[in-house]
């Protein structure tokens, strides 16, 4: 089977004449003959009624007529679709991104970038620092935007993995507000009424960091950990219903602090200051990528 035999039987069904379907498809009136007779052969059944002048179709040719426009209509669709496809598939940037960071600095940022690069066509995959790093080595995505801080360095080659500074953030301490817009849960507590503690899962990126401030002598505080979470807004939310008080990236708690919907729960001695910071594979270039790295601020501070 040829698509150049339904294209010609179609053409010849709308002309009914083999010298005009001949000239319309470019091909000699003997070749376009030879087409038809292949077809029919595939088909197994008369399609052409050549005995009639004009010609016309016999009914096999007719009901065949039917389906052969159909076929045409759905390949041309596919074709369209895959090569529309193809092309977002070569312009598309492929992010990763941790949840906080794809809810909260991601959309702002990605604005101030296609002012100056122009449209973005982007695909987000938000997960947690472990998947993420693994969707950049694995080649998964193009471009990974995750939490920095020179005390826990994400593992991975510098030299195969470069990487810019974007912004700065940091986790601050946060609980819902009194009814006089006091902090519900101000640090420090005390021995006899501990705070309840919204913490991360152990192991977790942002775990470690709020572990290493507990441990230091100078910021002793009394809390009793009462809820767990990987994802550092679901920790705001149960903050902002008044279960405990939880270190949380300032940029995702900016609107609730603003609002009131939540208050710090200690000084900036309780902050933690992290950088955000943007990595690419230095192996896996694609021209998109390329100018969208080349605008991006050179400074690699982490």
């Known amino acids: 089977m040829d698509l150049k035999w339904l294209e010609d039987f179609l053409s010849l069904a709308r002309t009914k004449s083999f010298s005009r379907s001949a000239e319309e498809r470019n091909v000699t009136q003997s070749a376009l003959s030879r087409r038809i007779q292949a077809l029919e052969r595939w088909v197994g059944a008369p399609l052409v009624d050549r005995s009639s002048f004009p010609a016309r179709l016999t009914k096999e040719g007719e009901a065949f007529r039917d389906t052969a426009e159909q076929a045409m209509r759905d390949l041309q669709r596919a074709r369209d679709d895959a090569r529309t496809t193809r092309r977002r598939a070569e312009n598309t940037v492929l992010f990763s991104a941790t949840h906080s960071i794809a809810l909260s600095f991601f959309p702002e940022w990605l604005k101030l970038l296609e002012v100056q690069v122009g449209p973005v066509d982007a695909q987000m995959t938000a997960d947690n620092m472990h998947n993420c790093v693994q969707n950049l080595t ?35 301490p946060v609980s819902a507000p009194t009814p006089d817009g006091r902090a519900l849960f101000p640090l420090p507590g005390t021995a006899k009424q501990p705070l309840p503690y919204l913490g991360y ?102």
Not at 244 to 258: H, K, M, N, R, T
């Open 201 to 302: 899962a152990v192991g977790s990126f942002f775990g470690r960091a709020v572990d290493d401030l507990l441990r230091r002598p100078e910021r002793h505080c009394h809390l009793v950990c009462r809820y767990q979470d990987a994802l550092a807004g679901s920790l705001a939310a149960m903050a902002r219903a008044g279960h405990g008080i939880a270190w949380v990236p300032e940029s995702l708690a900016a609107d609730d602090l603003a609002r009131g919907r939540l208050r710090r729960a200690g000084s900036h001695e309780w902050d933690i200051p992290f950088g955000i910071s943007i990595y690419r594979s230095a192996e896996r270039r694609r021209p998109r990528v390329d100018a969208i790295w080349a605008r991006l601020p050179t400074q690699t501070r982490r």
């Open 138 to 172: 694995e080649g998964v995505c193009d471009l990974l935007i995750c939490f920095s801080h020179s005390d826990f360095p994400l593992l991975i080659d510098a030299d195969r993995y470069p990487s810019r500074h974007l912004a700065d953030d940091r986790l601050v």
